[in-house]
């Protein structure tokens, strides 16, 4: 038996690519091979410059998934590339911290619809392509600890995290017989926009350092190999799990 973690003639289209744990997976997935269609709403400049430096085509989508709206456009573009989708990261992301008495309405439904709604409605139409010639493939979620934990001050975005856990079981038992692998990944503290505000509180900091057993945070470049995983046959019998790529802070 042979196990392949090989991408190549695979595309995978991964939103929020163009910084952070996006843009450490597009990377990871160009090297093993797969083109990238990489979806946001900031300039990929960087990131087509990486892809392309693995020897990897790359087409970039301007979307901002704030709303449904690009959605069309996202599926209008990958299909002019020519290319069948065969992996959708659903990496995109944002959060809103404040304490939970003071959380207002628009705080809540931001981090709702980037996290949750667009999500499950471009995993929705990735999937249509994705049955239609039957050759299936495989949707990962970026989920988080906060899929597991409480955490404080970010309502919206635990009770989308954790949303995203429970949306990527659902889907895997619709889509698994059909050919599509869902799962998540759940990243613990790594080193990107998303959490310049701990990282700039120094006793915030020092708790979380000190409670990863990896004594480190991670870097956007620890996170693509699960990614790899997952968008591989090696994980063809993988279905509705939520990995974590956290330095053991869940085994504490
Ligand atoms: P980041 O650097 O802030 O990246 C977030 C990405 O999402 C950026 O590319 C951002 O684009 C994109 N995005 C946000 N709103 C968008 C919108 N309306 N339309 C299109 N794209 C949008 O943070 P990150 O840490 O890499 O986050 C990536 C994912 O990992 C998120 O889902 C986050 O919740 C998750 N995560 C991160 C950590 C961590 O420790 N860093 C831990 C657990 C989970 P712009 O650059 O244009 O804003």
Redesign the pocket.
């Known amino acids: 038996m042979s196990i392949s973690f090989d991408l190549t003639g695979k595309t995978a289209v991964v939103?929020?690519?163009?910084?952070?744990?996006?843009?450490?997976i597009a990377v990871a997935l160009a090297r093993a091979g797969a083109s990238i269609i990489a979806?946001?709403?900031?300039a990929m400049d960087e990131t087509e410059r990486l892809c392309q430096g693995m020897g990897a085509s790359v087409h970039s989508v301007q979307?901002?998934?704030?709303s449904l709206e690009p959605i069309e456009h996202i599926m209008a573009e990958s299909a002019k590339v020519g290319e069948r989708v065969d992996i959708l990261v659903n990496?995109?992301?944002?959060?809103r911290r404040a304490d939970s008495i003071e959380f207002t309405e628009k705080e809540w439904d931001d981090v709702m619809?980037?996290?949750l709604k667009?999500t499950f409605f471009l995993s929705q139409a990735v999937a249509k392509r994705m049955l239609e010639d039957g050759a299936g493939g495989k949707i990962i979620n970026?989920?988080?600890?906060?899929s597991f934990q409480g955490g404080i001050r970010i309502p919206s975005?635990t009770a989308s995290?954790s949303g995203l856990a429970g949306l990527t079981r659902l889907l895997a038992c619709e889509w698994a017989a059909k050919g599509i692998n869902v799962n998540a990944i759940?990243?613990?503290?790594?080193?990107?926009?998303?959490?310049e505000a701990l990282r700039d509180d120094p006793k915030r900091s020092s708790e979380i350092l000190g409670r990863i057993p990896a004594g480190r945070?991670?870097d956007?470049t620890d996170i693509g190999g699960a990614a790899v995983f997952l968008a591989s046959s090696a994980a063809d019998y993988i279905h509705g799990v939520v990995l974590p790529v956290d330095g053991g802070w869940l085994a504490r």
């Open positions: 939103t929020g690519a163009n910084t952070g744990l996006g843009q450490g979806v946001g709403r900031s979307a901002d998934l704030s990496n995109a992301g944002i959060i619809n980037v996290n667009s970026i989920a988080s600890l906060l975005y995290k759940a990243p613990g503290y790594f080193v990107t926009n998303n959490t945070w991670g956007p």
